[in-house]
């Protein structure tokens, strides 16, 4: 018996085995190849469909894509990848317990890339059309679109976890059901523990204060008002170093969500800073009415700091005209407020430029505008 026989006799295999090792072979070279390919699409189609857009859509459809949609493009090939690979794992239908596996991980990820890409899809939409939306309702604009971005992120996630249950075949009534009878049984149990969780819960939705600001509160009405640095912001506690002492301070969430807590790293403003040049040396006609309309425009915008906002007009020496430097404070208790805020004034700059154009009043306007962080004075 030679070598060849001795290998054959030690590595032989079923012809049944040897066919369905075959098969899933072949299968698992189409997974590959579908995958491999729509990476590949993933890739090369955003670009593709740049180029589309500008060389053939009127400004006006482009526009909204370069604000809107084109941010998110790493986020959209992520979720487009996922889909087909959702749809490839159907190759290895023939072998439950892989596909179960693969369907239950590919799902997830596809559930939570989706959902994510809806929200910053809500927020990109929020921040881009909804701002000037808002303000012509004369509404607060930053409290208004934080809210509304909270209660988007929260129907995305119900949602998602609807789809994810059905994609899994979870009955999610009896899921509820029982999730609901072991709760109330739960709440008897532990209720000041639970009274803790929702005091965290209600921090992180508020976020009055995050780690590393400093704050200033009151637990002992007969005592000195507590002053420090947040540590961390646990399940069950908040910890803060105080400044007097350096000894940390340990305070259950659900007592931190019920006080009055001043937060004092966030009584900072921000100056902003406009410019605006005139190729031709106004009167003082023109110069009262640049200063009226800039007036105007920036004092109706909410988290303006009132009587900020100064404008003086001169001729520069290294160019010809008039130029206009406008300053005012900017309010915020959030950089999400701020960001909105920022916002704003760029609305109100379109304003300007449509009110001074319409005088026939010519100027460029310097981009971006500056802003500079500054402390609250009393």
Do not use: C, H
């Not at 070279?29 to 180029?51: D, E, K, M, N, Y």
């Not at 209600?202 to 976020?207: A, I, P, Q, S, W």
């Not at 507590?226 to 969430?253: C, D, F, M, Q, W």
């Not at 105007?296 to 900020?308: C, I, T, Y």
């Amino acid at each position: 018996m030679d070598i060849a026989e001795i290998f054959q006799r030690i590595f032989a295999i079923d012809e049944n085995f040897q066919g369905a090792l075959i098969n899933f072979a072949q299968n698992l070279g189409w997974f590959v190849l579908f995958t491999l390919l729509a990476i590949l699409a993933g890739r090369l189609l955003p670009s593709f469909f740049q180029w589309i857009i500008d060389r053939f859509t009127p400004k006006v459809m482009a526009q909204p894509y370069d604000k809107v949609v084109a941010p998110l493009r790493g986020l959209i090939v992520r979720t487009g990848i996922l889909i087909i690979t959702a749809i490839n794992i159907n190759w290895f239908q023939e072998y439950p317990g892989l596909y179960d596996l693969l369907q239950l991980v590919v799902y997830f990820a596809l559930t939570v890339s989706a959902a994510w890409l809806l929200s910053r899809l809500v927020r990109q939409v929020i921040r881009v059309y909804g701002v000037t939306l808002i303000q012509s309702l004369n509404k607060e604009v930053d409290d208004f679109l934080i809210v509304g971005e909270t209660v988007a992120n929260v129907i995305i996630g119900f949602f998602a976890v609807i789809v994810f249950a059905n994609s899994q075949n979870l009955n999610l009534a009896s899921v509820l059901t029982g999730v609901g009878i072991g709760g109330i049984a739960v709440a008897f149990a532990a209720q000041e523990v639970l009274s803790q969780i929702v005091g965290t819960v209600v921090l992180y939705l508020d976020r009055p204060y995050v780690p590393g600001e400093y704050v200033r509160a009151n637990f002992n009405p007969a005592a000195e008002d507590i002053y420090g640095r947040v540590e961390s912001i646990g399940i069950r506690s908040t910890k803060i170093r105080l400044a007097a002492t350096n000894t940390l301070l340990i305070v259950p969430n659900s007592l931190m969500a019920s006080m009055d807590v001043e937060n004092i790293s966030r009584g900072t403003k921000v100056m902003a800073l406009l410019y605006l040049d005139f190729p031709k040396v106004l009167d003082d006609t023109e110069r009262a009415l640049v200063a009226q309309v800039l007036d105007a425009s920036l004092n109706k915008l909410f988290g303006v700091e009132p009587g900020s906002i100064r404008i003086a007009t001169f001729e520069p020496e290294d160019q010809s005209g008039t130029r206009a430097r406008v300053s005012f404070f900017l309010l915020s208790s959030s950089s999400s407020s701020l960001s909105l805020r920022k916002r704003l004034v760029e609305v109100a700059n379109q304003e300007i430029r449509k009110q001074l154009s319409n005088n026939q009043l010519q100027f460029s306007m310097e981009e971006p505008m500056i802003y500079v962080d500054s402390p609250v004075t009393k």
